[in-house]
């Protein structure tokens, strides 16, 4: 990896900007890239600033080293998330899905080992996964007196309830190739293999309409909560405006030109 364009939180977050891909990096390997509050306000703060850039297409959420993804709360004495500040209205692990929320840019997570309680948190805020064959994942919050309330949030709709149930209240981990047979990962491979196959996956992300995408995320996340008739409603007007956007009408002329679209973005 080429040297970070920014350092934040103390030398614990990467980023990297390259052309229109954002990369972020938990750089706490000695620590198996645990979170600390400063880790996840610094998170929070960068998807924030990303979402308000128009050039940006994709983001990378990964830990540094080849032993974790990223291992939870830091439950060291310090600046663990852990510590509670009643003065605080919110909590850096909930802002940081609030900005993901309103973030209309893909992000991939790159699973490069393991993935356990607030990892698991990043990893369903991910919309797409690619995880290396030694990964495991789970949510042993249990086995310490505790709950993994606030990772619910992201995962409640990515895991089959008997089986979300099971890795909460009991804490066992699953390996990758229990977590692609679930649906949680779009691609396992080899350690050797996992840049390639992110690489590939962020291709196809960058060369699609970026507008087709902003918008589609956003429909996405809108009709979650919707009934029937009401997503009926929001979808048909939403294939309407899209035809007017000057993406489509570029997307139409080169399919019709037999010819590579050049996305305008708008």
Not at 42 to 62: F, K, M, N, P
């Amino acid at each position: 990896m080429s040297k970070p364009d920014k350092i934040h939180a103390n030398g614990d977050l990467l980023v990297q900007r390259e052309g229109s891909v954002l990369r972020l990096t938990l750089n706490r390997p000695q620590r198996r890239n645990a979170l600390t509050n400063e880790v996840l306000l610094a998170l929070g703060e960068a998807v924030a600033t990303a979402s308000r850039d128009r050039e940006l297409r994709a983001i990378v959420l990964t830990g540094a080293g080849d032993k974790a993804f990223c291992a939870g709360a830091d439950l060291t004495p310090g600046d663990t998330p852990f510590k509670p500040d009643f003065s605080q209205l919110t909590l850096p692990m909930a802002d940081l899905a609030r900005a993901v929320y309103n973030c209309h840019i893909p992000i991939v997570g790159r699973i490069n080992g393991v993935c356990v309680a607030g990892g698991m948190g990043l990893f369903g805020l991910c919309d797409m996964a690619i995880a290396v064959e030694e990964a495991r994942f789970g949510m042993p919050e249990t086995k310490i007196g505790l709950f993994p309330m606030q990772i619910l949030t992201t995962l409640r709709d990515l895991i089959p309830a008997r089986f979300l149930n099971e890795m909460c209240i009991t804490g066992r981990l699953i390996d990758s190739a229990t977590a692609y047979s679930l649906g949680l990962l779009n691609k396992v491979v080899p350690a050797a293999q996992l840049d390639d196959a992110v690489n590939s996956l962020v291709a196809d992300i960058v060369a699609v309409s970026p507008m087709a995408v902003r918008r589609g995320k956003y429909a996405m996340r809108a009709v979650a909560a919707m009934s029937f008739p009401e997503i009926v409603a929001f979808t048909e007007t939403a294939i309407s405006a899209m035809i007017q956007t000057e993406d489509a009408r570029e997307g139409l002329a080169a399919f019709n030109e037999k010819r590579p679209p050049v996305w305008p973005g708008r």
